[in-house]
Nanobody
Framework: EVQLVESGGGLVQAGGSLRLSCKTS????????IGWFRRAPGKEREGVSS????????YYADSVKGRFTISTDNAKSTVYLQMNVLKPEDTAVYYC?????????????????????WGHGTQVTVSS
């Protein structure tokens, strides 16, 4: 059974940091691109960051570039999202997702529709 389980969310003050974890199981971790997405209240789901399984390339939304860093621990089949200098507008439920195969265009890495499996999310709240 494919599972993605997010953890690490919480309440933090603006300017603070959090590290989210996405523990995966039930599939070949090395064969899947992993992405982080978020949905804020009243807003559409947004691609935040992604990492390619083929070459380790990383992708970020403009809104988080320079503040967020995606990384993997292949031995633990886990993907992390280090979030620094958090802002109130980063408040959302954060989801990780997995896609198998190659993506030919960089923009697809942050496109939710290509992803096959999803976690249940973890809440991040940034207070001002």
């Amino acid at each position: 059974e494919v599972q993605l389980v997010e953890s690490g969310g919480g309440l933090v003050q603006a300017g603070g940091s959090l590290r989210l974890s996405c523990k995966t199981s039930g599939f070949g971790f090395d064969d899947y691109n992993i992405g982080w997405f978020r949905r804020a209240p009243g807003k559409e789901r947004e691609g935040v960051s992604s990492i390619s399984s083929s070459d380790g390339s990383t992708y970020y939304a403009d809104s988080v570039k320079g503040r967020f860093t995606i990384s993997t621990d292949n031995a633990k089949s886990t993907v992390y999202l280090q979030m620094n200098v958090l802002k109130p507008e980063d408040t959302a439920v954060y989801y990780c997702a997995a896609h198998k195969g190659r993506l030919l265009h960089s923009r697809l890495f942050l496109s939710a529709f290509v992803y096959d499996y999803w976690g249940h999310g973890t809440q991040v709240t940034v207070s001002s």
